[in-house]
């Protein structure tokens, strides 16, 4: 596997569910980003981590939360979600958090919540 | 708040055309990165311009940085249907060091 990968690719989950987002970067990067991509609205960042400790959340509900058990993984665990929280759910990893390092995103989770 | 807003949302033409997408803001950024977003997959850096004014080709497509650095173009010669995507502007906050996203053009080249 290259580059940043994203497991599931599409997931369908009720209001009371829980379940978890996976993302997996096999370039060397320290920085591991997830942000939010909904229709007619820009790009929102989530959350980000360097080498695995969180650096930024912003303003996230907490029915979203994030784990980094290592600079290679990252995880986003769903749980009591709204219907306005299905989007496209994209991971990005960078050299580092600094904001013109070129990030590599994955190919993203289509979440949808009934 | 930074916001950089993209002209036009949605763009619909004929291969062969020629087109201009601009992104917008009253803020100053130290650079802005251009990323393409093919559908099913995630965007993808197609280049970064940093010095006002700064011009960089790549093939068909010219991207140009505003000499305030307020503002970005990136016009796209004689389209293809490859050129098919959601075209996203992001530029890095002057004082924040932030990686601001764009609002989107969405382009669609018919053959």
């Known amino acids: 596997e290259t580059g940043v990968t994203q497991t599931p690719r599409h997931l369908v989950m009720g209001m009371t569910n829980k379940k978890s987002l996976k993302c997996e970067q096999h370039l060397g990067h320290n920085a591991m980003y997830w942000y939010k991509q909904s229709a007619k609205k820009p790009l929102e960042l989530m959350f980000v981590?360097?080498?695995?400790?969180?650096?930024e959340n912003n303003s996230v509900p907490s029915r979203f939360s994030p784990e980094c058990p290592n600079s290679s993984h990252l995880f986003l665990h769903l749980h009591t979600l709204q219907p306005e929280d299905s989007a496209l759910y994209l991971c990005?990893?960078?050299?580092?958090?600094?904001?013109?390092?070129?990030?590599?995103f994955g190919p993203g989770t289509r979440l949808t919540v009934t | 708040t930074q916001l950089l807003e993209q002209s036009p949302q949605f763009l619909s033409i004929q291969e062969g055309e020629n087109l201009t997408v601009y992104c917008n803001s009253s803020?100053?950024?130290?650079?802005l990165q251009w990323y393409r977003q093919e559908p099913g997959e995630g965007p993808v850096l197609l280049v970064t311009?940093?010095?006002?004014?700064e011009v960089k080709k790549l093939k068909r497509l010219t991207f140009q940085f505003g000499d305030a650095r307020k503002d970005s173009s990136l016009h796209i010669t004689a389209a293809q249907p490859g050129d098919t995507g959601l075209y996203l502007c992001?530029?890095?906050?002057?004082?924040?060091?932030?990686?601001?996203f764009g609002t989107g053009t969405r382009l669609q080249v018919f053959p």
């Open positions: 992001a530029g890095v906050g002057y004082n924040t060091d932030k990686l601001i």
């Open positions: 981590y360097s080498l695995e400790e969180r650096v």
């Open positions: 311009v940093v010095t006002g004014g």
């Open positions: 803020s100053v950024f130290s650079s």
């Open positions: 990005a990893s960078s050299v580092g958090t600094g904001g013109g390092y070129e990030q590599y």
